[in-house]
């Protein structure tokens, strides 16, 4: 076979991950990424079409006779790019739009849920705003308000009281703060346990597994204080005993992945699973339709198996072996971010120390980065870096981690110390 030219929609550190791993790839003659960053123009082209700008995505892709389309995030698969490449004979991996709803409306996710008896939090779907506010004088508290559609990570609101709720309904369906992702609200049970997530590679029918995963969503330590995109990742995730693993194939991917091709939904691409292990078992926080950014970073070091491969036969129709190839190391991945984020940040910082040599078992995955006219590499978002560190032992995976973090500045640079915290307090004998 000619080796293959790969197109990467996105820019963030998910992005660079997922070019360090396809450039790692026997298949692959050379790697176009839309819009890219400094650390992905590394190792791949990158080209100046925005990622959901699905129109220039396609000229592009036709132009230069792309292979395979890679997509990283998820409005693009919400909004229907699979689809119109497909129509245009064009292959690509990740679902097709009806099946990206499983992400892109919290509504119809929890509808499969239900229907498929898989374990998650009761709730209740609204979309009309008196018929809400009514429901929250008789509920208990902590309950969760979320917008149905895509809100970037910012649509779930942990209520602790009636007024909290009031407030959160009335931002989502009255100010309308997230657009028409909140024409319907859930308000859902409050789940207690420890999250983790789980994702899969499935050609619509088998299921390849990739290695738990923990993200940290809080902006501070302990987690504590708003949620960010994720201030760190490691994998796998001891929370996830074997036994739990085998609970959360039997009791949630097998009937997900089941349902949606009985809903006439088949589901193609890398199923994201974020589940909370309750007291009771495994129960489903939400799906995402693709990588989680960070949890992309800490997994896609530890997949043996050739990723273009498995990406060209999910996206090519193909049936998949269940069986990839994974390391049994472990990786952590520590975000720095720009001090202030999830608020207002500055930008524009010169990054020191990109230069480095950390070693084969130190990735800095780059995020919010530009390049300046100078040359210069300079924070452009709130995220900035991701630092990754991969090696046989947690403890020195994680030392590892944070000494590369430590080597890495810019004014206001912010990241959190107890990245991995959780997984030692498992870990302790
Ligand atoms: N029912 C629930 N019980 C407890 N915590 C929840 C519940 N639903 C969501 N959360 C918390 O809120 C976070 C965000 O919710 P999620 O459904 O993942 O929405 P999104 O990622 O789209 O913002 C979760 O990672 C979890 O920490
Ligand atoms: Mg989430």
Not at 20 to 29: A, G, Y
Not at 36 to 46: K, S
Not at 379 to 405: M, P, Q
Request: glycine share 10%; proline share 4%.
């Amino acid at each position: 076979m000619a080796k293959m030219t790969i197109l990467v929609v996105g820019g963030g550190g998910r992005e660079h991950a997922l070019v360090w791993k396809i450039n790692q790839s026997p298949l692959v003659e050379k790697i176009y990424c839309a819009p890219g960053n400094p650390g992905i123009g590394e190792l791949a082209e990158c080209v100046n079409v925005k990622q959901n700008d699905i129109d220039g995505l396609l000229n592009f892709a036709r132009k230069k006779s792309i292979d395979l389309t890679v997509v990283g995030p998820e409005d693009s698969l919400v909004a229907g790019i699979v689809d119109e490449f497909e129509s245009q004979g064009l292959k690509i991996f990740g679902p097709s739009q009806k099946a990206a709803e499983i992400e892109g409306s919290k509504a119809f996710s929890k509808y499969i849920l239900d229907k498929y008896k898989i374990p998650t939090a009761d709730c209740i779907v609204f979309d009309r705003f008196d018929d809400a506010k009514s429901y929250l004088k008789e509920i208990e508290y902590p309950a969760v308000v979320k917008a149905d559609g895509l809100a970037a990570g910012k649509g779930t609101f942990i209520c602790e009281t009636e007024a909290q709720a009031l407030t959160a309904i009335s931002k989502v369906m009255i100010k309308k703060i997230f657009g028409d992702s909140g024409n319907k609200v859930l308000i859902e049970k409050f789940m207690k346990g420890e999250e983790a997530s789980i994702l899969g590679f499935t050609d619509g029918k088998n299921i390849a597994y990739l290695p738990s995963a923990q993200d940290h969503k809080a902006i501070f330590d302990n987690d504590e204080g708003p949620n960010t995109g994720g201030m760190g990742a490691y994998a796998p995730a001891p929370v996830i005993t074997e036994k739990m693993f085998a609970r959360i194939c039997k009791e949630v991917f097998e009937p997900a992945v089941k349902a949606m091709a009985l809903e006439g939904r088949p589901y193609r691409g890398v199923l994201y699973a974020g589940l909370m292990i309750t007291a009771e078992g495994p129960k489903v926080v939400e799906f995402n339709c693709r990588f989680g950014d960070p949890e992309a970073q800490a997994i896609l070091p530890l997949i043996d198996s050739d990723l273009v491969e498995m990406m060209l036969r999910i996206a090519t129709g193909k049936n998949i072996n269940a069986h990839i190839q994974l390391s049994d190391k472990w990786s952590m991945c520590v975000v720095i971010a720009s001090g202030g984020y999830p608020a207002d940040y500055e930008k524009g910082k010169e990054i020191f120390g990109l230069e480095k040599k950390f070693g084969a078992d130190v990735e800095i995955f780059q995020a919010g980065t530009k390049n300046t006219e100078s040359g210069k590499v300079v924070s452009n978002g709130g995220r900035v870096l991701g630092v990754t560190a991969v090696g046989a032992d947690f403890h020195s995976v994680r030392e590892k981690a944070y000494w590369a973090v430590r080597k890495i500045t810019f004014d206001k640079a912010y990241y959190r110390r107890d990245i991995g915290m959780k997984a030692l307090r498992h870990l302790k004998p």
